[in-house]
């Protein structure tokens, strides 16, 4: 079992910045693909960002690129969203997952464990 705890959202004002984290803890977290979804009221939860084990592979939302950057520390078991320039549609509940992958999942059926997910709420 993996457990996922997302923490870092909040309120933020149009233009503002936020960055979210995700601690893993549980199984062994090697080799591990991580991502960010986001699902707004009354839509699918889409993919936001993802990145490989060794970081070597990361992928955007295409709308999401030059904002949002997606990074991790193995170290501690923790990836990180930094999201700039939000705005009033970001405006979702964030959430990490984790996949056992040799590429970058894009769909959430593909992720095998979730965080409980994190408001973000951008006010304009």
């Known amino acids: 079992q993996v457990q996922l705890v997302e923490s870092g959202g909040g309120l933020v004002q149009a233009g503002g910045s936020l960055r979210l984290s995700c601690a893993a803890s549980?199984?062994?977290?090697?080799?591990?693909?991580m991502g960010w979804f986001r699902q707004a009221p009354g839509k699918e939860r889409e993919f936001v960002a993802g990145?490989?084990?060794?970081?070597?592979?990361?992928y955007y939302l295409e709308s999401l690129k030059g904002r949002f950057s997606i990074s991790r520390d193995n170290a501690k078991n923790t990836v990180y969203l930094q999201m700039n320039s939000l705005k009033p549609e970001d405006t979702a509940v964030y959430y990490c997952?984790?996949?056992?992958?040799?590429?970058?999942?894009?769909?959430?059926?593909?992720?095998?464990?979730w965080g409980q997910g994190t408001q973000v709420t951008v006010s304009s």
């Open positions: 549980g199984r062994a977290f090697s080799g591990v693909v």
């Open positions: 990145i490989t084990w060794s970081g070597g592979r990361i």
């Open positions: 997952a984790a996949a056992w992958s040799n590429g970058v999942p894009r769909y959430s059926y593909e992720y095998d464990y």
